[in-house]
């Protein structure tokens, strides 16, 4: 099955009581069985759902992995793949990562004796260096957030097998459209299904998705341990959204072209960080391991001054001030006092998070109206 009948029809059936053709919400916490130890594969609802049975099939068939799990939140579904490592155990990190990630890293494992190291991969050639004999985990996000800095997830796949750890692939600013890493050789995908997948702003969710069968039963008792499992309605919205993802992601690109061009002919943004742009560093390796460039994207404003950034941001009418992204509507942001907020500002200076940084989640409107919204807030 290609990508778009995998979207709607992988992992789902007609329910085989009624024939509903939607998955229904099985809003129930027990199931009866017929003799002690005697039923169907479902017990309680932290162990198993058949809503989200159908939605994590249908995300390890998007990933072409063989096993998806579904956690509560994306930052949940993080923290369930820590709990597989031990006190002394290292992590090798990407710098340039979503504000919680870092915040879930350094506040609460890091107090537990897991060591982290943030580094820039989108070097390949310099990561090996940091790899010592403790590290478990390559963790990578990319593209990454929000300086949209594009990683070599091919060359990330031999560095890890080369030393025995295993490559996690935070997969939710490309979601499985635009992007496979379970085909480029990671072990395991990461997704806020908050963002693109369930894709209207409506829930709040993540997932793993690996293809090794050992691997998904560790992480299965992980998840059934700590129980930051997902309610069935909240699978039913995953599943819905899904469903048009292909439809969403080929606007989103073709949104995302057109005001990223918009934006680096304007006269007052200094740089713009989008993988489409041909001169963009990231570019080659994008075009290498990517179907397409995505509705994310950062700018900067010239001369670096936070109250610019503040009146257009606090300017856009149809571009709504808001965390998050990835839903049909476009969203602006400012990561130094938003989502990047818990990172310290010296830190995020390093890093290349300027004051006057804006991030657009370009939505699946029509283009014209959104270059109009951003030109209007510019001037
Ligand atoms: C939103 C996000 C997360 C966290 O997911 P939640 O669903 O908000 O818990 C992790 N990584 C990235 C890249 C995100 O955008």
Redesign the pocket.
């Given at each position: 099955m290609r990508f778009g009948t995998k979207a709607i029809h992988a992992g789902v059936a007609p329910d085989p009581s009624t024939g509903a053709i939607m998955t229904p919400i099985y809003q129930t916490s027990t199931y009866v069985q017929r003799g002690p130890g005697d039923h169907d594969g479902y017990e309680y609802s932290r162990t198993h759902n058949p809503t989200r049975t159908a939605l994590q099939n249908a995300l390890a068939a998007l990933e072409n992995g063989a096993h998806g799990l579904c956690f509560a939140?994306?930052?949940?579904s993080?923290d369930g793949l820590i709990k597989l490592l031990k006190p002394g155990d290292h992590v090798l990190s990407t710098n340039d990562l979503?504000g919680?990630?870092y915040r879930l890293f350094t506040r609460i494992f890091q107090e537990f004796g897991v060591k982290f190291t943030f580094i820039d991969m989108s070097d390949a050639s310099r990561v090996e260096p940091h790899i010592t004999p403790a590290t478990k985990l390559l963790w990578v996000?990319t593209p990454t957030?929000p300086l949209l800095r594009v990683i070599d997830i091919s060359a990330m796949a031999v560095l890890a097998k080369r030393h025995n750890c295993l490559l996690a692939v935070?997969n939710?600013?490309a979601s499985p459209y635009l992007q496979n890493p379970l085909d480029l050789g990671a072990d395991l995908v990461m997704h806020?299904?908050?963002?693109y997948m369930a894709g209207h702003s409506d829930v709040?969710?993540?997932a793993l998705i690996v293809k090794d069968a050992e691997l998904a039963e560790r992480l299965a008792y992980v998840q059934n341990s700590s129980g930051a499992t997902p309610g069935p309605m909240d699978c039913f919205l995953v599943l819905r959204g899904i469903k048009t993802l292909h439809l969403r992601m080929q606007r989103h690109c073709e949104n995302g072209a057109i005001v990223a061009e918009f934006l680096r002919a304007h006269p007052k943004v200094d740089r713009v960080y989008w993988p489409g742009l041909v001169d963009s560093p990231g570019h080659a390796i994008a075009k290498r391991q990517m179907r397409g460039f995505g509705g994310m994207m950062s700018f900067t404003l010239k001369g670096d001054h936070m109250q610019d950034a503040m009146r257009v941001l606090s300017s856009t009418e149809l571009f709504a001030l808001a965390e998050?992204?990835g839903g049909v509507e476009s969203l602006i942001g400012h990561p130094a006092s938003m989502t990047h907020a818990s990172i310290p500002r010296e830190e995020r200076m390093k890093n290349g998070l300027a004051d006057s940084l804006i991030r657009l989640s370009v939505g699946v409107e029509d283009a014209q109206d959104l270059v109009d919204d951003l030109k209007a807030a510019l001037g």
């Amino acid at each position: 099955m290609r990508f778009g009948t995998k979207a709607i029809h992988a992992g789902v059936a007609p329910d085989p009581s009624t024939g509903a053709i939607m998955t229904p919400i099985y809003q129930t916490s027990t199931y009866v069985q017929r003799g002690p130890g005697d039923h169907d594969g479902y017990e309680y609802s932290r162990t198993h759902n058949p809503t989200r049975t159908a939605l994590q099939n249908a995300l390890a068939a998007l990933e072409n992995g063989a096993h998806g799990l579904c956690f509560a939140t994306g930052m949940a579904s993080i923290d369930g793949l820590i709990k597989l490592l031990k006190p002394g155990d290292h992590v090798l990190s990407t710098n340039d990562l979503y504000g919680g990630t870092y915040r879930l890293f350094t506040r609460i494992f890091q107090e537990f004796g897991v060591k982290f190291t943030f580094i820039d991969m989108s070097d390949a050639s310099r990561v090996e260096p940091h790899i010592t004999p403790a590290t478990k985990l390559l963790w990578v996000e990319t593209p990454t957030n929000p300086l949209l800095r594009v990683i070599d997830i091919s060359a990330m796949a031999v560095l890890a097998k080369r030393h025995n750890c295993l490559l996690a692939v935070d997969n939710t600013f490309a979601s499985p459209y635009l992007q496979n890493p379970l085909d480029l050789g990671a072990d395991l995908v990461m997704h806020s299904l908050t963002k693109y997948m369930a894709g209207h702003s409506d829930v709040v969710m993540g997932a793993l998705i690996v293809k090794d069968a050992e691997l998904a039963e560790r992480l299965a008792y992980v998840q059934n341990s700590s129980g930051a499992t997902p309610g069935p309605m909240d699978c039913f919205l995953v599943l819905r959204g899904i469903k048009t993802l292909h439809l969403r992601m080929q606007r989103h690109c073709e949104n995302g072209a057109i005001v990223a061009e918009f934006l680096r002919a304007h006269p007052k943004v200094d740089r713009v960080y989008w993988p489409g742009l041909v001169d963009s560093p990231g570019h080659a390796i994008a075009k290498r391991q990517m179907r397409g460039f995505g509705g994310m994207m950062s700018f900067t404003l010239k001369g670096d001054h936070m109250q610019d950034a503040m009146r257009v941001l606090s300017s856009t009418e149809l571009f709504a001030l808001a965390e998050s992204l990835g839903g049909v509507e476009s969203l602006i942001g400012h990561p130094a006092s938003m989502t990047h907020a818990s990172i310290p500002r010296e830190e995020r200076m390093k890093n290349g998070l300027a004051d006057s940084l804006i991030r657009l989640s370009v939505g699946v409107e029509d283009a014209q109206d959104l270059v109009d919204d951003l030109k209007a807030a510019l001037g």
